[in-house]
Nanobody
Framework: QVQLVESGGGLVQAGTSLRLSCAAS?????????MGWFRQAPGKEREFVAAITWSGRTTYYTDSVKGRFTISGDRAKNTVYLEMNSLVLEDTAIYYC????????????????WGQGTQVTVSS
């Protein structure tokens, strides 16, 4: 079992920044090779935001956040971060942390464990 706990969400103004954290634990966490962030806005499907592989620290981003968001990980702390800059209204969503055994996973169905999510609301 893998437990993922997100934190750092909140209400911010457009153009500002926010950093999300995801603390991971569990006896099977060592088998997870990719950590990802997804988001789900009201009435929309859950979508991929960013991912990072533990091994080579390869990162992946959806086009809409490239250049604005940065994913990073601290293996010693079993924590993954999502630094979000230049936030826009369209970034408003519940953000979920996820862990995958598959290397380089970017699809919802490829992830094995999920956190409860943290709300990010961007206001004008």
């Amino acid at each position: 079992q893998v437990q993922l706990v997100e934190s750092g969400g909140g209400l911010v103004q457009a153009g500002t920044s926010l950093r999300l954290s995801c603390a991971a634990s569990g006896r099977t966490f060592s088998s997870m090779r990719t950590m990802g962030w997804f988001r789900q806005a009201p009435g929309k499907e859950r979508e991929f935001v960013a991912a990072i592989t533990w091994s080579g620290r390869t990162t992946y981003y959806t086009d809409s956040v490239k250049g604005r968001f940065t994913i990073s990980g601290d293996r010693a702390k079993n924590t993954v971060y999502l630094e979000m800059n230049s936030l826009v209204l369209e970034d408003t969503a519940i953000y979920y942390c996820a862990a995958a055994i598959r290397l380089g996973a970017t699809l919802v169905g490829q992830y094995n464990s999920w956190g409860q999510g943290t709300q990010v609301t961007v206001s004008s």
